[in-house]
Every structure is written in structure tokens, then in C-alpha cells.
């Protein structure tokens, strides 16, 4: 047999000129980028534009809002994350047995996960009306006093991030459970053997083995929360008082309301800097061995 | 016994969280104005089609239908037939180069959305293409070929190699191989991954907020419409919701092995 490598697989030809396309297009796309974000490109002025350097970079780390927005970006980032993350562990383990209906569960699962984001916002806007919504009926049940959901800057973030929980925790959810099927289960039993407690099964043994699923999840989660955008749109616009505005709604802000794209541009390019490093970060500690894939 | 019942409780509860957003929201477009806003809420009622009724009489709701129908079926089959053609020649690579391939394609997946949107606005107004469909299913083409590419690769890599070496031997050229062989028995992942980008096209909200004009405002966009300054118009708003996540839900289920993988690009299989 030929080595498939050759110069001559014909192979190559399948998928060169679509890699190339795509590097091509971003590359070009980088460029354009960089170069926009070094102009003072506005879509009120077009063709006035003048080189400006490092300014629209230097004016992010004077911008008290961009920075507030940043810092905002992070905290939702790991919220979300971490929580989702525990939260759909706990429930993986709780079902981890045989039952009836479990197929039907797993389905039911991913209605979340498959729902239209701007209708989830909605969903959520509706129940936390603070007149008519249900979570304040089902608190006002309880006896306890009245929230204004989405109004209040110090509660709106955390309401959008109910919502982010209830939409993608069961993705958590199905992905580890598809794990751990695969994973085999006779070191298990081979615990329980010697004698090991359930926890110890557990925390010993179980987890370990979803270590690499738990890893694979954390790191989507992770991406998608920073470049959150469709709940913050539909429930809060960013308010009240700039209380949920995160970075990426920031840059959309200042491109689309302003119209100041290079600004705009700029926030966008740290913030992928900023994805990136945060991402090989949880890469390296995540994935500490170099042979573990 | 008493931990079976307490396991029950707690699977019902958990049912019940996932579920109720979705139940009420249902419900709620059933709904007269009245019953919608009666605290405590009413849960038997006696069902009305007059929210219906007002969106389907809302020609921007029909027209948004129309589009999200053309654009995301469009884009996804023209992402599905160049992805399959790339993912068969990556799936014959050398593990080595197919890993540089596959984490390129990871990359451009991580760059938020606003970075290539923005441009891509500015050069819309320039040439004036913002009220056109093809600019919209060109974008979304270009989300969705690397997605394609990424979950076609796992799906080729389940077809044994000895079928492409035996019709090696039978002296079958590459693209018969692709086209006789690998597309065949491959059908199933394609349609899932197809289905999957159509999905995502549908339910895609920032993209088509920046790049769609009167004429080509996709679903998610033309719902917040009902947002209106004289406030929300829930009735309408519950039943526009339920029309657009409805099928999005049954291709869902249908394909619902698929969804974890093609979420994970199949690093984890579900």
C-alpha cells in the first residue's frame, strides 16, 4: 500500500482548497481587523478615518465602564461555570442507577439545551416579572417580600445567571452521564471489593475516571459564558445602571449605538486575548500531562 | 423502600425544574390576557386561539418565518456539502497533521462573534448588501463549515477502513470512493449534522442582529418586536415563542444522540 502521506494523495485535494479558503478569509479578517482598531473609523464619518496607533487600546484601560464591564465578564464567567459544573455533577451522580423511564429523562434533558436562546430569555423575563411573575408568587407562598428580579442592580446579574444555569446545566448533565456509561466499571467494583465506602468509590475512583469529560465541559461552558450575549439582550439591555453589561455587550454597544467601530473593534481583540489566555490557562491545569489525550 | 420513594421525589423535582419554564411559557400563549395576569395563577382555563391569531396576523412575523425557513436550510446544506467533502480528506490524514487541521478549525470557533461581525457590517453598508439574504447565508455558511468539518471527521472515522481499501483495490478513483462508499454509509451522521447547523442557524440571535435588515430580520430578531415601549404584549409574545421553538425541539429529539457530540465536536460521544 502507498503511504497515505505522499505528495501525490489525491486525499489532499478533499480538504486543501477549504483550509486554505479558511485561513485565507482569516488572515485577511485579522488584518482588517487590526488595522480598523489602529484607525478612528466611525460610521458617522465615513472616510475621514486617521491613524491613531495604540489610542483606542489605551483608552480601554482609562474606560472605568470597559473595566467594570470586565470585571463583570469574569465573575458571570466562573459563576456560570463553576456552578453548572457542580450542580450537574450532583445530578449525574443522584441518577447514576437503573430506573425506570431513564431514556425519557435524557430526553426531556435536552429541551433546554436545543431552546431557542432569545426564548429562554423571554421565559425567564416572564417569570421574573416583578408584578405578575411566577417567582414571586411562588415566593410571596413562602411569606417572603417581593424581588424586582431584573430590576435592582445588585440581584439583575445573578438573575440572568439562573437562567444561563437552567439553560446549559443539563448539557453538563448529558455529557458526563455519557461518560461515565462508557467508562468501565470494574475498577469500581474492584474498590468495593477491598472494602471502599460509596464516597470513597466515588471521590477516588469516579471521578477520576470523568476527570477528561468534566475538563472537555468546563472549557465550553467556560468559552460560551464570556461571549455571552442573547440573555443579557432580551432580559436586562445591559441595566439597570450598566449592572449586567459585560464586555462583549459593551463592544456591541459602542459599535452599534455609537457607531465607533475601531473602539469597538479594540474591545473585541482583548477580549479574545483575553479568552485565549484564560483558556490555556484552565488547558494547562486541566490537562497537566502531555500524554493524557 | 424508603429510598426508592425519596429518589422518585427528587427525580420529580428535578423534571419539574427543567420543565415548568417551558409548561408555563406553553400555557401562558393559551391564554386569555386576563387568566395570563391573574395572581394566584390560574391553572385550569378555558383555552383560547386568540394569541395565535395576532401573531399570524402580523405580516413581519410571517415574512421572519419565510426567512429563517430559507437562510438557515440554505447555509446549512451549503456548510454540510463543502464540510463533508473537507472531512473526508482530513479523516484520511496521518494522526499528526489532521490534529494541527483540527485544532485550527477549534480556533476559529473561539473568537467571539462581534470580531468578524463587525467588518463584516461595515462592508455591508459599504457595498449596500445588508437588506440582502445572501449575506446572511453566507455568514452563517461560515460559522458553520468548520462546525461541519469537526463533527463529519468523527462520523467518517466510525467507517472501516478496509471499505476504502477494497475499493482501492477494485481501482475506484478517490471522489467515487467519497461518493459511492463514504457517503452512503455515512448518511446518518450527515443528516444529524445537517440538522444540528440548522438548529443552530435558527435559533442563532447575534449574527442575524447586526447583519439583517427589514426584509431578511430572522425569527429570534423580528420577536423582539413584541418588546415594545407601551410594554409586552405576553399573550402574543408566549405564542410566538412556542411557534418558534416547536420545531426546533422535535428536530432536536430526533437527532438527540447527536446533539452532545456535535455540541463537544465529538470529543465526547454521546
Not at chain 2, 425544574?17 to 408555563?24: C, E, G, H, N, R
Not at chain 2, 478517490?174 to 448518511?187: D, N, Q
Request: net charge positive.
Amino acid at each position: 500500500m502507498r503511504p497515505v502521506a505522499a505528495a501525490s494523495d489525491p486525499t489532499r485535494h478533499f480538504f486543501q482548497p477549504i483550509i486554505v479558503c479558511l485561513t485565507v478569509a482569516s488572515v485577511a479578517l485579522t488584518l482588517f481587523v487590526i488595522w480598523i482598531s489602529l484607525h478612528d473609523l466611525s460610521l458617522m464619518r465615513a472616510g475621514r478615518e486617521k491613524f491613531v496607533g495604540l489610542d483606542n487600546y489605551i483608552r480601554f484601560l482609562g474606560d472605568p465602564r470597559a473595566m467594570a464591564a470586565l470585571w463583570r465578564t469574569v465573575l458571570f464567567t466562573v459563576l456560570a461555570t463553576v456552578i453548572e459544573i457542580a450542580l450537574g455533577l450532583a445530578v449525574v451522580l443522584f441518577l447514576d442507577r437503573d430506573f425506570a423511564m431513564k431514556r425519557l429523562v435524557r430526553t426531556l434533558l435536552l429541551v433546554p439545551i436545543i431552546m431557542t436562546p432569545v426564548v429562554v430569555g423571554l421565559t425567564w423575563r416572564f417569570l421574573f416579572d416583578p408584578a405578575t411573575g411566577m417567582a414571586n408568587y411562588l415566593l410571596s407562598l413562602v411569606g417572603i417580600a417581593q424581588v424586582d428580579w431584573l430590576g435592582s442592580p445588585r440581584i439583575a446579574l445573578f438573575s440572568v445567571l439562573v437562567a444561563d444555569i437552567w439553560q446549559w446545566t443539563p448539557f453538563v448533565i448529558l455529557l458526563v452521564m455519557a461518560a461515565l456509561e462508557s467508562a468501565p466499571t470494574d475498577p469500581l467494583n474492584a474498590a468495593r471489593v477491598d472494602g471502599a465506602r460509596e464516597w470513597q468509590v466515588t471521590w477516588y475512583v469516579l471521578l477520576p475516571m470523568l476527570r477528561r469529560a468534566l475538563a472537555i465541559v468546563a472549557l465550553i461552558r467556560a468559552i460560551d459564558s464570556i461571549k455571552a450575549f442573547d440573555l443579557f439582550y432580551i432580559m436586562t439591555r445591559g441595566g439597570p445602571a450598566l449592572s449586567t453589561e459585560t464586555l462583549n455587550y459593551y463592544g456591541y454597544i459602542v459599535a452599534f449605538t455609537n457607531f465607533d467601530i475601531s473602539y469597538a473593534l479594540a474591545i473585541a481583540i482583548i477580549l479574545t486575548v483575553f479568552t485565549n489566555v484564560a483558556l490555556l490557562t484552565m488547558y494547562s491545569v486541566l490537562f497537566p500531562k502531555t500524554g493524557d489525550r | 423502600m424508603a429510598r426508592r420513594a425519596l429518589f422518585y421525589v427528587g427525580l420529580a423535582l428535578l423534571l419539574l425544574a427543567v420543565l415548568f419554564p417551558l409548561y408555563w411559557v406553553v400555557v401562558t400563549s393559551f391564554k386569555t390576557t386576563r387568566d395570563a395576569f391573574a395572581i394566584p395563577p390560574v391553572w385550569l382555563f378555558s383555552p383560547t386561539l386568540d394569541n395565535y391569531r395576532t401573531v399570524f396576523a402580523n405580516r413581519g412575523f410571517l415574512s421572519a418565518f419565510a426567512n429563517s425557513f430559507i437562510v438557515s436550510i440554505l447555509s446549512s446544506a451549503l456548510a454540510v456539502a463543502v464540510g463533508s467533502v473537507a472531512a473526508y480528506g482530513l479523516a484520511q490524514q496521518p494522526a499528526e497533521l489532521r490534529r494541527a487541521r483540527e485544532k485550527f478549525i477549534l480556533s476559529l470557533r473561539i473568537a467571539p462573534a462581534l470580531l468578524f461581525v463587525i467588518p463584516m457590517y461595515y462592508l455591508a453598508t459599504r457595498i449596500g448588501a445588508l437588506n440582502k439574504h445572501w449575506l446572511l447565508i453566507a455568514a452563517y455558511a461560515f460559522v458553520n463549515v468548520p462546525f461541519a468539518i469537526s463533527l463529519l471527521i468523527t462520523f467518517f472515522d466510525d467507517i472501516p477502513k478496509e471499505l476504502r481499501d477494497a475499493a482501492r483495490v477494485d481501482g475506484a478513483r478517490e471522489f467515487s470512493i467519497f461518493w459511492h462508499v463514504y457517503l452512503p454509509a455515512a448518511r446518518g451522521g450527515i443528516i444529524a449534522t445537517l440538522i444540528l447547523c440548522v438548529l443552530f442557524t435558527w435559533n442563532e440571535f447575534f449574527v442575524a442582529l447586526v447583519l439583517t435588515g427589514r426584509d431578511t430580520q430572522t425569527l429570534p430578531v423580528s420577536i423582539t418586536s413584541f418588546l415594545t415601549f407601551q410594554g409586552i404584549q405576553w399573550g402574543a409574545l408566549t405564542a410566538a415563542a412556542t411557534l418558534i421553538m416547536l420545531p426546533m425541539i422535535v428536530l432536536g429529539v430526533l437527532v438527540q444522540g447527536q446533539v452532545v457530540r456535535g455540541m463537544t465536536l465529538g470529543s465526547v460521544k454521546g
